[in-house]
């Protein structure tokens, strides 16, 4: 079978593929590549990762020169030079200097496989194209854009496994994840009754009050944070 054909990178500009698991790293690289531009845009999985980077990148540049863009939030300034967006949103009628997309093994996906690949097959930036994602992204990038450059990262951090725990005997600063949304009200109804404080953050929470909630943490209001696997997608969080 044909392979489909790859949008080739401009002229004189480069397409590289930054993999590595989680906590590599390649996200923080990508916006200082991006902020190195004159104009870019990035593309994140889910809309808590694309707010996370906006808010990032509008403490770096004036507010006026940062767009978001989501299936929920549009702030949209009349002159912003850098687009922050999911990666369904991405307007990519735009011209930039730079483009990146987060996550690029979500290819695979068999619900939102079909937009990653398109990116990784039509998306350029006029100067940089940077894909970033899990090694398990090589085989696809290697055989669909031949001539990009692969790099790898290797994780700041090392993971250990610690056993089993009790929920209530948890140390202070844990986040914990669930799959199920009911179970995630349930877990923080009984680390409030019995610890305190905790925030929840799932994808089908109001923006607003998603990122409410992720404050609360953050900023240290409550010590637990009970989650949807929302957060698992390199979200950076005190834990």
Same mark, same amino acid.
């Given at each position: 079978?044909?392979?489909?054909?790859?949008?080739?990178? @401009?002229?004189?500009?480069?397409?590289?593929?930054?993999?590595?698991?989680?906590?590599?790293?390649?996200?923080?690289?990508?916006? $200082?590549?991006?902020?190195?531009?004159?104009?870019?845009?990035?593309?994140?999985?889910?809309?808590?990762?694309?707010?996370?980077?906006?808010?990032?990148?509008?403490?770096?540049?004036?507010?006026?020169?940062?767009?978001?863009?989501?299936?929920?939030?549009?702030?949209?300034? @009349?002159?912003?030079?850098?687009?922050?967006?999911?990666?369904?949103?991405?307007?990519?009628?735009?011209?930039?200097?730079?483009?990146?997309?987060?996550?690029?093994?979500?290819?695979?996906?068999?619900?939102?496989?079909?937009?990653?690949?398109?990116?990784?097959?039509?998306?350029?930036?006029?100067?940089?194209?940077?894909?970033?994602?899990? $090694?398990?992204?090589?085989?696809?990038?290697?055989?669909?854009?031949?001539?990009?450059?692969?790099?790898?990262?290797?994780?700041?951090?090392?993971?250990?496994?610690?056993?089993?725990?009790?929920?209530?005997?948890?140390?202070?600063?844990?986040?914990?994840?669930?799959?199920?949304?009911?179970?995630?009200?349930?877990?923080?109804?009984?680390?409030?009754?019995?610890?305190?404080?905790?925030?929840?953050?799932?994808?089908?929470?109001?923006?607003?009050?998603?990122?409410?909630?992720?404050?609360?943490?953050?900023?240290?209001?409550?010590?637990?944070?009970?989650?949807?696997?929302?957060?698992?997608?390199?979200?950076?969080?005190?834990?």
């Amino acid at each position: 079978m044909d392979l489909p054909r790859a949008l080739p990178a @401009p002229d004189g500009s480069t397409i590289t593929a930054v993999l590595g698991p989680t906590n590599t790293g390649k996200t923080h690289l990508a916006v $200082e590549r991006m902020l190195g531009h004159k104009t870019g845009m990035i593309g994140q999985p889910l809309r808590l990762l694309a707010r996370e980077v906006y808010d990032r990148i509008r403490k770096r540049v004036s507010p006026s020169e940062v767009a978001l863009m989501t299936g929920e939030e549009k702030i949209v300034p @009349p002159h912003a030079r850098y687009f922050v967006c999911t990666t369904e949103s991405m307007p990519l009628e735009k011209t930039v200097d730079f483009l990146a997309v987060d996550e690029i093994q979500l290819a695979a996906d068999p619900e939102r496989g079909h937009v990653f690949t398109d990116r990784l097959l039509r998306a350029r930036g006029e100067e940089e194209t940077m894909f970033l994602g899990s $090694e398990t992204a090589r085989p696809l990038i290697s055989r669909l854009l031949p001539d990009a450059s692969i790099t790898n990262r290797p994780r700041f951090s090392i993971l250990s496994h610690a056993g089993q725990k009790k929920l209530t005997k948890l140390p202070r600063r844990t986040a914990i994840v669930d799959f199920s949304a009911d179970r995630v009200y349930a877990i923080a109804e009984l680390i409030r009754r019995q610890r305190g404080g905790a925030a929840v953050v799932m994808g089908a929470l109001s923006p607003r009050t998603r990122n409410a909630q992720v404050a609360l943490y953050q900023n240290g209001d409550v010590d637990y944070l009970i989650a949807t696997d929302a957060i698992g997608m390199g979200l950076n969080m005190d834990v």
